[in-house]
């Protein structure tokens, strides 16, 4: 799930729906023969669509996907360059997390008869991208688009956040069974309504009853699911071999011959970086955060931006990053390219902002 709460307006952050979407560009899809959509679930606290986000919606667009965006906040110049790229914006109120803009999504392809695709594909902007060139160039986004077994429900990993097994959305597709299922949108009817009614904080709620319950629903229907990694939400041995070569390496990176750097400094440095990735007492295990280098080093060139703005919340995310990301991007001999999100992480990392001390 991505982190919107920071900025959710307040007579709609308990999921009192706008009753008005606009839509724009529909009609392209209606001429598109492709078998896939991808649906881009756009947050931005300032609108802002990262380079990084782009290339992988210019990506789907050159592979011929159906492409729709769904955004709670969106400049009209961004939105007319995207529907200039063949690209549906609907633009909606800013409700319901990103379930809520995936029912947005779902209920206007149904409601203009825009159903028909073989899989969907869901792209949150949660992510940064790093070095990814997209579709025809990343294979786990290809992965999504032609999933192993034909499962029904793919993601990248999985996790046992809350102890309960889910695919993690920030990332994930569902073949046409599923997301064309009348039982998939009460699911999602059912997740709003509460959202109007609960007493949790809407963040908590959207996590529990949005992402961990799909997974859920999508077995309880007999349908498959899996991730591309750590398949069953655990790592296994290959994990730990390969987090001990790379955490060699990286001290052989950071060791100073001449002594000016502090080799406490460095040995904390490592410490966290060879174990924040183990699934702790609980099984409280969010790979897609705290396994961020031996995502990586496995080829998927994203990383969770929350690792990068939540500070405050260290515990359950991963310490490292800030520090040992650059050496890990050359170890890796991995080139960041022009459009990387990488360069432009003042304009996309979320900051409060700044209250005025009181004299």
Same mark, same amino acid.
């Given at each position: ?103 947005? !999504? #779902?209920?206007? %392809?149904?409601? /203009? +008869? =825009? ?109 498959? !699911? #899996?991730?591309? %990694?750590?398949? /069953? +939400? =655990? ?125």
């Amino acid at each position: 799930m991505s982190v919107r709460g920071h900025s959710e307006s307040k007579n709609l952050r308990r999921g009192e729906l706008a009753t008005e979407s606009k839509i724009i560009g529909l009609d392209k899809l209606a001429t598109s023969l492709s078998t896939v959509t991808v649906l881009f679930i756009h947050f931005h606290h300032r609108g802002l669509i990262s380079a990084g986000y782009l290339k992988v919606i210019s990506s789907a667009i050159e592979c011929g996907y159906r492409v729709v965006l769904v955004s709670t906040k969106l400049s009209d110049l961004w939105c007319e360059k995207l529907v200039s790229m063949s690209v549906a914006v609907i633009q909606r109120g800013n409700s319901g997390y990103d379930f809520g803009s995936l029912q947005a !999504a #779902r209920k206007i %392809l149904m409601e /203009h +008869g =825009l159903f028909g695709s073989k899989r969907y594909v869901v792209i949150n902007s949660s992510m940064l991208n790093i070095a990814s060139h997209g579709f025809h160039g990343d294979p786990f986004l290809d992965a999504l688009v032609d999933p192993p077994d034909e499962a029904d429900l793919v993601g990248i990993t999985s996790s046992y956040e809350d102890r309960t097994f889910h695919i993690q959305t920030f990332f994930f597709s569902m073949s046409q069974r599923m997301f064309e299922a009348k039982t998939f949108g009460r699911f999602l009817g059912d997740y709003l309504r509460g959202l109007s009614s609960t007493k949790e904080a809407s963040r908590t709620y959207a996590i529990k009853n949005g992402e961990l319950k799909l997974t859920r629903f999508a077995l309880s229907q007999g349908l498959l !699911a #899996r991730s591309l %990694l750590f398949h /069953h +939400g =655990l790592p296994d041995v290959a994990a730990f071999e390969e987090m001990k070569v790379l955490s060699r390496k990286m001290v052989d990176i950071l060791e100073d011959e001449d002594g000016l750097v502090c080799a406490n400094n460095i040995k904390s440095l490592i410490n966290d970086f060879s174990s924040e990735w183990i699934p702790k007492a609980g099984l409280q295990y969010n790979p897609s955060q705290a396994c961020w280098a031996l995502l990586m080093s496995r080829g998927f060139l994203f990383l969770k931006r929350e690792v990068l703005e939540l500070s405050e919340t260290r515990s359950i995310h991963a310490p490292s990053v800030c520090a040992l990301l650059m050496p890990l991007l050359s170890l890796l001999t991995i080139d960041i390219p022009e459009w990387s999100d990488l360069n432009q992480l003042p304009e996309i990392i979320y900051a409060p902002p700044v209250r005025s001390s009181k004299r």
